[in-house]
């Protein structure tokens, strides 16, 4: 259906768009060593990669209103091209600090990428095709979640680092001339809004203390979350009083959108919060070795791929209202699973397992809520819509990893009275472990799944809204 006549191209597109965005995210970790010991300044490094994520984040909620106002194919065409001399950028930087630098644009380009492509799929496809297009995309992230650091790590080593950002020029041109002509161009009714400045720089700032928050997970950890929520109340009156805010109120707390966002945060909060620190557990607590640790997270990334596939076909019969709720039910039991087996010591087979159904809820309630999402958005507030639901949802991401780690820390300053040798492990593989570590790292890994649980466990009574107002028996009664 995706790759037949009618939507042949715009998928293809739109797959090499999500394909570039997904590598970006994933793979340049892999090239951080030959970075450092080409460009030195090796203290900047990190920001090699934080400064893009900051960045994307920023990008997607910028790129909705644009795409409301200018269309999707404008928005493509100037995203994709922004992205390409981004790249190039980064291929060629000679220090460490213009590299930096070129990961701001090139960051900017990857979060408007993702914005595009999500909205192009409410815009493009039809009911029937859209839940098998998200399942589609969110294979594709899943590809490259394996795929994208592997073949880093083998551009690295034979053509140098600098071939990691040049691989996403000829895919960003392939996909640009795929896509050029045939995304959506700008409804008619449709006039572009001036950039509200200010509540994109309040939102901005918001990202940034919730980011390092999570990134840090220091002492100042708490501070920067609140300082989070008060932007948050923040840009809450700004956008009251704005004529047009970037992201509008009621896209976000009107009664169609509420209970679907509330869904979406909790799943990424509760559900991928709880594979943040599963390396550190299975590192430091378990034993294992540090590549094996690395990727055993890419268990819950094929529970979610896999049932993205289910899901799509499950609405093809069921309503997406419906799907959500079994999402629900099945994330809530495995969380719970996962916590009982960190608690017992279950072997780590059996571990990996439930890990891989907490994905297949994710899967099954991310493309289910988005089909409900967008199944209801007008074409001219698609992309406002859209936008709004993925940076809640890694609201939803950064709080949970945020408050899993302030779990664990709190778990291990109880057991030990100590909770800098558990920062060193975060950033280093060989530090040695003894048991009274070892043991307080256990108990307080399954203290922070219990936290998750009891995250994944609140999807229930969303989903349950969801299945009620959207359950077409109660609608033709009512």
Request: net charge neutral; charged share 10%.
């Amino acid at each position: 259906m995706l790759l037949g006549p009618r939507y042949r191209a715009v998928s293809v597109s739109l797959i090499g768009t999500v394909a570039m965005a997904s590598y970006n995210n994933l793979s340049v970790t892999a090239a951080l060593p030959d970075i450092g010991d080409d460009l030195g300044r090796v203290a900047l490094l990190p920001w090699v990669v934080t400064v893009e994520l900051l960045a994307a984040a920023v990008a997607v909620l910028a790129v909705g209103p644009f795409i409301d106002g200018a269309g999707a194919q404008r928005a493509f065409r100037v995203t994709v091209a922004a992205f390409l001399a981004a790249s190039a950028l980064c291929a060629l930087a000679p220090t460490m600090e213009l590299l930096i630098a070129a990961r701001i644009l090139q960051g900017m380009g990857s979060g408007a990428l993702i914005g595009t492509a999500f909205t192009c799929i409410g815009l493009v496809y039809d009911d029937t095709a859209r839940p098998w297009a998200y399942a589609l995309f969110s294979s594709v992230w899943g590809v490259m979640g394996i795929g994208g650091p592997a073949l880093a790590a083998v551009l690295v080593s034979t053509l140098g680092w600098r071939a990691v950002f040049a691989f996403n020029l000829p895919v960003a041109a392939a996909a640009a001339a795929v896509g050029w002509r045939r995304l959506p161009q700008q409804a008619p009714e449709a006039a572009a809004d001036p950039l509200d400045r200010r509540g994109l720089v309040t939102l901005s700032a918001l990202t940034v203390a919730l980011l390092l928050a999570t990134s840090g997970l220091n002492w100042y950890s708490v501070a920067l979350l609140a300082a989070a929520v008060l932007l948050g109340f923040g840009y809450a009156r700004h956008a009251r009083a704005a004529a047009a805010p970037v992201v509008r109120l009621e896209h976000i707390s009107g009664v169609q959108w509420r209970s679907i966002h509330l869904l979406g945060s909790l799943t990424m909060a509760g559900g991928t919060g709880a594979s943040v620190f599963l390396p550190l557990y299975l590192k430091a607590g378990r034993g294992s070795s540090a590549a094996f640790a690395a990727f055993a997270v890419l268990w819950m990334t094929l529970g979610w791929s896999t049932a993205s596939w289910v899901s799509g076909a499950m609405q093809q019969r069921f309503h997406a209202a419906t799907v959500a709720l079994i999402g629900a039910c099945i994330i809530s039991v495995s969380a719970i699973s996962v916590t009982a087996a960190v608690a017992l010591e279950a072997p780590v087979a059996v571990l990996l397992a439930m890990f891989a159904c907490v994905g297949w809820g994710i899967g099954t309630i991310s493309t289910s809520s988005m089909a409900l999402l967008q199944g209801r958005a007008e074409p001219r507030e698609m992309g406002r819509i859209s936008s709004a639901h993925h940076f809640l949802r890694s609201l939803g991401f950064a709080y949970g990893a945020a408050f899993a780690g302030l779990v664990i820390f709190w778990a291990v300053e109880r057991s030990i009275g100590d909770t800098e040798l558990v920062r060193d492990l975060l950033g280093d593989s060989d530090l040695a472990v003894d048991a009274a570590v070892a043991d307080a790292l256990r108990s307080a890994y399954a203290w922070s799944l219990a936290a998750m649980a009891a995250l994944c466990t609140l999807t229930l009574p969303a989903a349950a809204a969801l299945a009620r107002r959207y359950d077409p028996e109660r609608a033709t009664r009512d």
